[in-house]
């Protein structure tokens, strides 16, 4: 036999990756984005597809419309892995005549199974802003808002008295209320609960349109905030209300913070540039979109210690502030908030395309992926859904 002909005879590359499960590749991201880093209102994970399933290609995008659902079919996929979940607001129905129904039936039909790292990705180490600290060059450093899972969260939970014992077994059960060697450690104390059911409003207790008042106990505990999540749903599906109302604040602890998981990254530039400049930069090293970039603030003011946060960040606005950064770069920045930071003393902010400031991290999910052996793509679908930018035209003297 020829050299030549040697290649004819071997097993093709995607045969020998074929053991490879949707599994496989949920464990490799979720090992890279633990689901404990995601905020307690995201849904993450496994979407759609079944674990077991072989899997021999991967491709990845931020979000999962339905271009990019007939797109990762079109690449004969067996995975697509996204940023933003499919299925984050609640949908009665899955039906393939749904805009959400359709492209689930569309991976479905295709045999691609969809799976979301959202902020589980944001607060990983690297994460999201991890991969914009370094496009718009600095080194990033600790996190803007820090999210601990190594922590402890103080909890406070109200439910109705008859309740109070079968709400906090389930919580014990789920890992609540241990403290060193002691288990089921809880504080009640007995008060009156009170709301007014609107119009759509199911309540267990009381009627639509009439003020209720109950008797209930507040029950405080203690848990690791790696099962913040787990809590959640534990309560929702203990707790007898349609809305229990409870809070949840992580307990102040010391930790080496530039290396912390969290949202958002501060580093410094190597040279302080102006703010002019530094936009400038910042506009060259995201994809292009038809927003483009703008900033507020001095042009001429000289930056150097930077705040990113991919994705929405106005929320932040007051941390940058407060951390000392001299612009912080962010997306969908709005005007009464950006007015208001900057009367306060607040730092400059640039302002980018959402899907901009986000979309590279899909290299990053590529390369955590591809050492499983599986052939992996970036669908460079822009999925940013503003099209058109028009400035007045001005008339030539």
Same mark, same amino acid.
Request: with cysteine; hydrophobic share 40%; aromatic share 6%.
């Given at each position: ?99 959400? =129904? ?38 990033? =450093? ?8 190594? =922590?402890?969260?103080? *909890? ?36 009156? =609960? ?53 809070? %949840? ?41 038809? *927003? ?68 590279? *991290? ?6 955590? %992926? ?15 859904? *503003? ?11």
């Amino acid at each position: 036999m020829t050299d030549h002909a040697a290649p004819r005879t071997a097993p093709p590359a995607a045969a020998a990756t074929t053991r490879t499960t949707v599994a496989d590749v949920v464990r490799a991201l979720e090992e890279a984005y633990p689901p404990e880093l995601a905020e307690s209102w995201d849904q993450v994970g496994l979407i759609c597809g079944d674990p077991a399933d072989p899997v021999r290609k991967v491709v990845f995008a931020l979000d999962c419309t339905l271009e990019v659902a007939r797109e990762a079919v079109d690449k004969q996929a067996q995975m697509l892995v996204v940023h933003h979940p499919l299925l984050l607001r609640g949908v009665h129905s899955v039906a393939a005549d749904t805009p959400k =129904g359709r492209v689930i039936h569309t991976l479905l039909k295709g045999g691609v199974a969809l799976f979301a790292a959202h902020t589980n990705a944001d607060s990983a180490r690297p994460g999201v802003s991890d991969k914009l600290a370094e496009l718009v060059g600095i080194t990033p =450093g600790r996190p803007i808002k820090p999210v601990l899972t190594s =922590g402890t969260d103080k *909890w406070g939970v109200q439910v109705p008295d008859a309740d109070a014992a079968r709400v906090k077994a389930a919580l014990f059960d789920a890992g609540a209320g241990a403290i060193g060697d002691y288990r089921e450690c809880a504080f009640s104390v007995r008060g009156t =609960g009170e709301f007014t059911p609107l119009e759509g409003a199911d309540p267990a207790e009381g009627a639509v349109g009439q003020h209720h008042e109950g008797a209930e106990t507040r029950v405080e505990f203690v848990a690791p905030t790696r099962l913040r999540r787990t809590l959640v749903s534990a309560l929702r599906e203990a707790h007898p209300y349609e809305e229990p109302a409870f809070d %949840v604040v992580q307990i102040a602890e010391t930790a080496d913070l530039a290396h912390a998981t969290g949202l958002g990254r501060i580093g410094e530039l190597p040279e302080a540039m102006t703010l002019a400049q530094f936009t400038r930069r910042v506009a060259n090293a995201l994809p292009e979109t038809v *927003w483009g970039v703008r900033a507020a603030g001095d042009p001429e003011r000289m930056v150097k210690r930077v705040a990113v946060s991919s994705g929405a960040g106005d929320g932040f606005l007051d941390d940058a502030r407060k951390l000392g950064v001299d612009v912080f770069v962010t997306s969908d920045l709005r005007h009464h908030p950006v007015d208001e930071h900057l009367r306060a003393g607040g730092p400059a902010v640039i302002d980018t395309a959402h899907w901009a400031s986000e979309f590279p *991290w899909t290299e990053q999910a590529a390369g955590i %992926v591809a050492p499983l052996g599986v052939d992996t793509e970036i669908l460079r679908i822009r999925t940013d859904p *503003w099209t058109v930018s028009a400035h007045p035209e001005r008339s030539k003297r």
